[in-house]
Every structure is written in structure tokens, then in C-alpha cells.
């Protein structure tokens, strides 16, 4: 029988691995317009997104923006948006990638409590749809698929 990587390497996707933490979140590692940063891969967030403090390294773009932002125990959060951004993640890439862009500071303390080191951003939803997605938690890899 075929496994899952075999299946998924022949249709065209590529396989990232995936680093799990002490607060038992994938970390990632990613690039965003040709700098590297560390990612919490989380499905559950409906956008990917950067700490303010990752405008300048990330050489982002931002425009203020009316969404407000809500998770990890915080709502009402005020962000900016940077449009077409070339995110690359192992071999996927794709240059028109939206991010949000918020206050990480509560996201980076609970990290810091837990002994594991501060992120740059998270890579949600949306990334992972463009990728057509899939995740091996056992094996921990992500999939993506190549265009």
C-alpha cells in the first residue's frame, strides 16, 4: 500500500516539516517577501497574519484597516492589512498574499511562559487553502501543493 507522503509527493505537492512545540502548536518556518520568520501554523485562524514589530523586516506595505481582530484571548484588537505579499513556504510560494497585521505581544508572552521562543506571525486558513493543504500529525509534515 501507498503511503501518504508517496501519494501526496506524486500529485505535485511538496512536504514541509513541522515543529511542535511545548504548547503543543505547530511551529513553521516561512518566508515573507524574501525574509524568514517562525510561524505558528494554525488552522483555526481564518487569516495569516504578522506582528506590527514584523512591518519593517518583512518589508510590508501597511493600510489601515477597519477589521477588528479577536482570538487566542484577546477580541477587539485594532489592525492593518498588507496586500500582495510573496510568501513562501519550502518549495510553494505565491505572491498575492494578504496579511493581517496586529498586536502579537499575547501570542508571544504566552509562548515566552511556556519556555518556547517568540514568533513573527501565523499561518492560517487562508494560506493553507490557496496550498491546498495537508496536514500529517503523526508524521508531523505539511503538504503543499505546487502550482
Known amino acids: 500500500m501507498q503511503s501518504l507522503q508517496e501519494f501526496l509527493l506524486e500529485k505535485g505537492y511538496s512536504k514541509v516539516k513541522l515543529h511542535l512545540t511545548k504548547t503543543n502548536h505547530f ?17 483555526g485562524a481564518s487569516s495569516s497574519c504578522v506582528g506590527f514589530e514584523g512591518i519593517e ?6 493600510e489601515d484597516s477597519i477589521i477588528k481582530a479577536a482570538g487566542a484571548g484577546a477580541i477587539d ?3 492593518k492589512m498588507a496586500k500582495k505579499n510573496k510568501v513562501k513556504i519550502g518549495k510553494w510560494s505565491n505572491n498575492k498574499v494578504a496579511l493581517v497585521l496586529f498586536n502579537l505581544t499575547h501570542v508571544n508572552t504566552a509562548l515566552a ?10 499561518i492560517g486558513a487562508d494560506i ?15 503538504y503543499l501543493k505546487l502550482q
Open 27 to 43: 511551529e513553521i518556518k516561512a518566508s515573507i517577501n524574501g525574509k524568514k520568520g517562525l510561524f505558528i501554523l494554525d488552522t
Open 77 to 79: 484588537m485594532e489592525t
Open 113 to 122: 511562559n511556556h519556555n518556547s521562543k517568540p514568533v513573527d506571525g501565523i
Open 57 to 62: 523586516t518583512f518589508k510590508l506595505n501597511a
Open 128 to 142: 493553507l487553502k490557496k496550498a491546498k493543504a495537508v496536514i500529517d500529525y503523526e508524521k508531523k509534515y505539511l
